[in-house]
């Protein structure tokens, strides 16, 4: 008894009241997609339905007011999540241990200033960006740099087996019908009448250029693009693919197309589009010691996609989402200390479907979504905790 009293005594002296094994965050390293924007081609829609399109007002490819409060909210939920693990001093972080960095795109400097309010409200946190406005970075520019034979062969083959896919022409075949694309006027001038004659398809392959599959699947992609910000912004579900996409069935089935896409076009070329990015975030990661405590970096989607791909991430899912790098979503690097041991997590924490929708806040009790992404070359146990040692050292090795 009394040895258990004095080992309760010294525990409780020795550790100041913590608890050794909890747990410690001591760096987070955010990969993040830009907010909801408007669509990026809305002078292409009208010809490629005979209806009538909803009437955008903002400018193309812009951050909206909704996409501007909902990274609020993301920024918000990550002040209440790293509060709670003690990660910043309370009030202000330290000007040098938090750092923000965007493509200087509008959409991802914008997105960068709202997660910065969310999340450091009235505390100085500036973003950092290359340009002024809306130019691409070269770094997030997802852009072919191998012009070998071998590798062009490899992407083409690559393309049109997956346009061959049976699941994307069944997706096809149900977006004609909503678009109505035989009386379109694209179907008079261009001949495509059919968006799931994929046979139709032309693909540009040039370095210095991002890959490009013209035809079909540019059309279908353009015409979801506007049919998910319809969604997002809280148009009634009328004005929504003029009220024909009601069902999660329905939407599940179009919205593979956007999947396929993403799979398609940045696949064996991601590992080509990623790399820039990569070895950006492998020189934070093997200089860890010397960097910012919190950086957030905002990015695309094909830019996550890259980056999974090229890192070699295992496969995953996200559940309650149709995208496969939905607006807002973060890749989560975070180093932990567990008893002097110390790990890499790593979370694709993300907005649902619904959430988006419905522009809730997030907070601990009602959080955003949070998955746990392991890479194929580090093993994580069942806290999603692989080794910091070996993840470092087989990093450095990769470069
Ligand atoms: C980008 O942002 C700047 C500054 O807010 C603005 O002046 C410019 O019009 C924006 N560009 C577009 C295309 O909206
Ligand atoms: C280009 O692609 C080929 C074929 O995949 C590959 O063997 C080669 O290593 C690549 N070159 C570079 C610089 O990545």
Same mark, same amino acid.
């Given at each position: ?59 193309? +490819? ?21 509060? *709670? ?40 946190? &500036? ?77 540009? =392959? ?8 013209? +035809? ?17 912004? +809280? ?49 934070? #990661? ?5 960097? &910012? ?17 090229? #890192?070699?991430?295992? &496969? ?41 929708? *419905?522009?809730?806040? =997030? ?23 692989? *080794? ?12």
């Amino acid at each position: 008894m009394i040895e258990k009293i004095l080992l309760l005594f010294s525990w409780a002296i020795l550790c100041q009241g913590y608890d050794l094994t909890k747990p410690v965050l001591k760096q987070v390293v955010v990969l993040s997609r830009h907010n909801i924007r408007t669509t990026i081609r809305p002078d292409l829609l009208p010809k490629y339905s005979p209806k009538t399109w909803p009437e955008i007002t903002q400018k193309p +490819g812009q951050l909206t007011k909704k996409g501007t409060l909902m990274e609020q909210h993301m920024g918000e939920y990550f002040k209440e999540w790293l509060d *709670s693990e003690n990660f910043f001093r309370p009030i202000c972080p330290d000007v040098d241990t938090v750092y923000l960095y965007a493509n200087s795109m509008n959409r991802t400097v914008q997105t960068a200033e709202a997660f910065a309010e969310g999340a450091f409200e009235d505390c100085y946190v &500036p973003v950092h960006h290359e340009y002024s406005y809306e130019k691409m970075e070269e770094m997030f520019r997802p852009i072919i740099s191998n012009g070998t034979a071998a590798f062009k062969n490899m992407v083409f083959n690559e393309i049109n087996q997956k346009l061959k896919d049976t699941k994307l022409k069944e997706s096809l075949l149900e977006l004609n019908e909503i678009l109505d694309i035989k009386f379109s006027e694209i179907c008079k001038t261009e001949s495509i009448c059919d968006l799931s004659d994929t046979s139709k398809s032309k693909i540009t =392959f040039a370095v210095g250029r991002e890959l490009w599959v013209e +035809g079909p699947l540019y059309v279908a992609n353009t015409v979801l693009d506007s049919f998910y910000m319809s969604y997002y912004e +809280g148009a009634p579900l009328k004005d929504v693919a003029w009220g024909l996409l009601k069902t999660p069935e329905i939407w599940h089935t179009v919205t593979e197309i956007t999947r396929k896409d993403q799979r398609m076009r940045y696949s064996t070329i991601a590992r080509d589009y990623g790399s820039k990015l990569k070895k950006c975030i492998t020189k934070i #990661m093997l200089n860890y010691a010397e960097m &910012p405590k919190f950086i957030l970096i905002v990015g695309h989607d094909f830019n996550q996609n890259a980056l999974t791909t090229a #890192m070699d991430f295992k &496969p995953f899912t996200l559940p309650n989402h149709y995208e496969l790098y939905p607006m807002g979503g973060k890749i989560v690097f975070q180093r932990w200390i567990v008893d002097a041991n110390e790990y890499l997590k790593i979370e694709y924490i993300y907005p649902s479907w619904t959430q988006l929708r *419905s522009g809730a806040k =997030f907070t601990m009790k009602s959080p955003p979504q949070r998955v746990v992404l392991e890479l194929k070359w580090c093993k994580a146990d069942a806290n999603g905790f692989c *080794s910091w040692s070996e993840f470092i050292r087989k990093l450095s090795a990769m470069q």
